[in-house]
């Protein structure tokens, strides 16, 4: 998929993609929206709304409501790419969500997921 399509899909459309990789090692939908959460600083009320409206993948990080400061100490490889030289920065924020998940789906625990 195209940098250009990652962008304009829907985060609902990848959302359950996120929860299957998730609930396939044991770990629950609520930790993975703990995590989107955590991420970019939507209640779940607002989460819930995102999804409804169907925002696109790049609107939900570029209009979240605090994208969290501690998201910068994600670091390592996904997709073969090191995060932390990811450049753009929509590409970034999406990188940083799969870590998050990947870790979850690997049995980390939640306090490391999410940096406490």
């Not at 609520?30 to 959460?37: F, G, H, L, R």
């Amino acid at each position: 998929m195209t940098k250009h399509r990652i962008f304009s899909a829907s985060f609902a459309s990848v959302y359950p993609y996120l929860v299957a990789k998730a609930e396939k090692k044991g770990r629950t939908k609520a930790e993975v929206d703990e995590i989107i959460c955590w991420l970019t600083g939507h209640s779940q009320k607002t989460l819930d709304a995102e999804l409804a409206k169907k925002t696109t993948y790049e609107n939900f990080f570029a209009h979240a409501p605090r994208m969290n400061p501690a998201r910068s100490s994600i670091t390592g490889v996904i997709c073969g790419v090191r995060i932390e030289d990811i450049e753009e920065p929509t590409m970034r924020e999406i990188r940083y969500l799969d870590k998050l998940v990947d870790e979850l789906a690997k049995g980390k625990a939640m306090a490391k997921i999410l940096r406490t």
